[in-house]
């Protein structure tokens, strides 16, 4: 049987190829996804060993019980045992430069060489608490090098000035999330309790009997370890965050296959039709039904060993070169045979799956068929199959939408699955009657068009089961684009709401110098910047704070229409609804007010420009706040966007005016909005090309179902050739024909992605925001053209084939 199968497959390698293609993208996906997340694995872990591989013991203090005071390491140090501690100090601080400030990483490092956990690559180590060492990505991102002196801002203000005296040679990229990392010496943390201590200890001495004699001595809120039993914990908490990761991909890698299916089971359905003879001559010399399928059966599994080898072995570079790409390499490769054995059976098992249905036709094909000619007439009729998909797809969509209303995530994501899996099934037979439809229209125009639309109509099942890989592909990726576009929108809703302005800077006591607002004046993105009045003041209720006092301009651009009035009444003061609750009165009502010893009446509104600025600050019209407390100083500077400003460009210019004016805070919508944005524009992107392997497998299909089509239609085509139809004739009636699939499966993939993005997206942040829509239609004008270019790529081969044919060529042709 075997050997049959394989004289089959040699007689006719170029037939089979596609379904080869499709096995091998799909499996080359799944073997790569398991060998990134072995690597990476292996990578997370050791950098989360690192800062503890000098060490033999660590004890950590309960960040949850009362603080032991600084002086706590001395009960490790003073073990016995032990040889040299090291306490570890760790830092959020704002790196000041003259081109740029950021948010840096500041961490201590021991001052003995046998507890420091790595080299260095220039320089010396800190000495003191004004020198610091930086890794090589932080220096030459912030564009230092050793010997610069730079300025980090603690949380409260205090600048320090630090001198950069070493670059270290750490290996790695730390994943902290921050760009920017430092190491100092212990003593820039002089006077603050440890969150650790790193111990070494004496030659020959077991680190498990010095943690066990550290547990009985220390109190119930340090807690000792060995620094191997730390270094395994810290790297289960690392790869518990990348699993999420591994996961998509994952998920992208059987969509993949998904897509590999269906274009193996429409290709060995196109096959089978084509040896319709050959199968009944099989039959009629004694063949059973179970040999015929056991036949087909054989061609699938030998094809599908084949491609899930390729693809495999392919796999293991491409997830290497992921891994590499993320830096996660420092363990070298890690290949886990039994993740890569079941992605090669996972690749045999999805090709001979997928040819079971044609193998069972086939199986049941009459000897007597071998009397007659192969049936052009290939229709899709609706039945039992397609009513559970119906029945499934309304189900899933009802229980997404309630999933979604409900706010409950698992609900709505477990509702799409079903909804997807019954669209899957009942698709193609709503797209055999699209075809249909598209026939008569295309007939109304005569000619190519006409010959192409019937050529469509005559295999509607094979161009719909070509037309449902595409709009896999294609409505996943109208999905995740409409889900960006959306949750973008929303997010920038969101921040309008509670940032209305772009831009805030402020100094706490005085003005804002005036180099620093002709700066922010001349960031062309900002239409409109004002320094309002403010003045710190002691008011009833709220005790002292900064009254801040803005033009009419500037409150009807953010909204605060409150402050617009000119009428006779209480001037309208804008306070936060912490505020308006101190003061004891609701929105909207006046109330008399001590500012500085004088009562003052005022109207009072909930607004979030009373936190602008990053602390709440009531607002008033500039002419009240004059009446009310006079002063000259300016303490803020507050700007507002043009409408479609390039947030990226904004926030790099605003960098460098925090970096030219150490004394001011930055606030407003600019951070929050870049750190959003960029985790989801890293996810999207990242899904989009994961989805560009189901489109390029779904294109081998389209393609493959045109060449197959050309070989079945030999005759056809040689004798339209003599009737005097041009070999330009040929290709244009393929193309037309790759065209209305590719454009079919484009239109439903939006239709049918669109909705889902909508509903995927509400479902994940509908609960902490009010879902705005915006559907990307520039975006979704290109995936329409992209289907169009997939489907006269998909015509290239098969035309050249077509054109190849002589109108003699044919007539002898069975």
Not at 217 to 237: G, I, K, V, W
Not at 255 to 270: H, K, P, R, S
Request: one cysteine or more.
């Amino acid at each position: 049987m075997l050997g049959y199968a394989w004289a089959q497959i040699v007689a006719h390698p170029a037939r089979l190829a596609s379904v080869l293609s499709a096995i091998v993208l799909g499996t080359l996906f799944l073997a790569a996804t398991a060998v990134f997340a072995a690597t990476s694995s292996a990578g997370l872990r050791i950098v989360a060993a690192a800062p503890l591989s000098a060490a033999d013991v660590i004890v950590d203090r309960d960040p949850e019980a009362a603080d032991p005071g600084a002086g706590w390491p001395a009960q490790v140090a003073e073990h016995p045992d032990v040889t040299a501690t090291a306490h570890i100090h760790a830092g959020t601080v704002q790196l000041v430069t003259d081109g740029i400030r950021a948010t840096a990483n500041l961490y201590s490092i021991s001052g003995q060489d046998e507890l420091r956990w790595f080299e260095l690559a220039e320089g010396e180590w800190p000495t003191n608490a004004a020198e610091m060492v930086a890794d090589a990505p932080t220096l030459d991102s912030a564009g230092l090098a050793v010997g610069d002196t730079v300025s980090l801002l603690a949380g409260d203000g205090e600048e320090t000035d630090m001198t950069v005296v070493g670059a270290a040679d750490i290996g790695f990229q730390p994943l902290t999330g921050v760009q920017y990392q430092f190491y100092t010496s212990e003593d820039f943390f002089a006077g603050e309790s440890p969150l650790s201590v790193t111990a070494g200890i004496a030659d020959g001495t077991s680190p498990e009997a010095v943690v066990e004699s550290l547990g009985a001595d220390l109190p119930d809120d340090l807690h000792p370890m060995t620094a191997e039993e730390q270094s395994q914990l810290a790297a289960d908490r690392f790869a518990g965050g990348s699993q999420q990761l591994e996961l998509i991909l994952l998920v992208f890698a059987l969509i993949a296959l998904l897509a590999a299916a269906l274009v193996i089971a429409n290709t060995f359905t196109i096959l089978l039709s084509q040896r319709r003879h050959d199968t009944a001559l099989l039959r009629l010399v004694g063949a059973e039904r179970s040999q015929v399928r056991n036949l087909v059966l054989a061609e699938a599994l030998i094809v599908g060993s084949v491609g899930s080898t390729i693809g495999v072995t392919a796999g293991v570079g491409a997830g290497y070169a992921g891994a590499s790409l993320m830096e996660l390499t420092g363990g070298g490769l890690h290949v886990g045979l039994p993740a890569l054995a079941g992605s090669f059976l996972t690749g045999v098992a999805t090709t001979v799956c997928a040819a079971w249905l044609p193998a069972r036709k086939a199986a049941g094909t009459a000897p007597v068929e071998a009397l007659r000619s192969a049936p052009l007439q290939s229709e899709v009729r609706f039945g039992l199959v397609h009513t559970v998909g119906l029945g499934a797809a309304v189900t899933g969509a009802a229980v997404m939408v309630f999933g979604t209303l409900a706010e409950n995530l698992p609900v709505a994501i477990a509702g799409g699955f079903v909804g997807a899996v019954g669209l899957l099934l009942v698709l193609r037979y709503v797209i055999s009657r699209l075809i249909g439809g598209a026939d008569r229209l295309l007939s109304l125009r005569g000619g190519v068009s006409e010959l192409a639309g019937a050529n469509l109509r005559r295999n509607t099942g094979r161009a719909a089961t070509a037309t449902l890989t595409l709009v896999l592909g294609l409505g996943l990726i109208a999905a995740l684009a409409t889900a960006a576009s959306t949750g973008r929108a929303t997010i920038d809703g969101d921040l309008d709401d509670r940032f209305p302005v772009d831009v805030s800077a402020r100094v706490d006591t005085g003005s804002v110098s005036a180099a620093t607002v002709d700066m922010v004046r001349d960031v062309d993105a900002l239409v409109l910047v004002e320094t309002p009045r403010t003045e710190q003041a002691t008011v009833g209720g709220l005790g002292e704070t900064t009254l801040v006092g803005v033009s009419p301009e500037l409150a009807r651009e953010t909204g605060a229409e409150a402050l617009t009035g000119t009428g006779s009444g209480a001037p309208a003061m804008l306070v936060t609804a912490g505020q308006l609750d101190a003061v004891g009165v609701g929105a909207g009502e006046a109330v008399d007010l001590d500012i500085d010893g004088e009562t003052h009446r005022f109207t009072l509104y909930v607004s979030t420009l009373a936190t602008a600025s990053g602390a709440a600050s009531p607002v008033v019209r500039d002419d009240v706040l004059d009446s009310v407390a006079p002063g000259d100083d300016r303490g803020m500077v507050w700007g507002l966007a043009a409408e479609g400003a390039d947030n990226d460009a904004l926030a790099e210019r605003m960098s460098l005016v925090a970096g030219a004016d150490p004394g001011i805070t930055l606030n407003g919508a600019l951070s929050e909005r870049g750190d959003l944005t960029d985790v989801l524009d890293v996810l999207v992107n990242l899904s989009l090309a994961m989805l560009l392997v189901t489109v390029v497998i779904s294109s081998l299909g389209v393609a493959n179902t045109l060449s197959l089509s050309v070989l079945e239609r030999t005759r056809e085509l040689a004798l339209l050739r003599a009737l005097g139809l041009t070999k330009g004739g040929l290709r244009s009636t393929l193309a037309v024909e790759a065209v209305v699939i590719a454009v079919l499966g484009a239109l439903l993939g939006l239709v049918v992605g669109i909705p889902y993005g909508l509903v995927g997206v509400n479902a994940i942040i509908g609960g902490t925001a009010p879902l705005v829509v915006a559907v990307p239609w520039a975006e979704l004008s290109l995936v329409l053209a992209a289907a169009v270019v997939i489907g006269l790529a998909a015509t290239l081969v098969p035309s050249r084939r077509a054109a190849r044919i002589s109108p003699a060529e044919g007539l002898g042709v069975d």
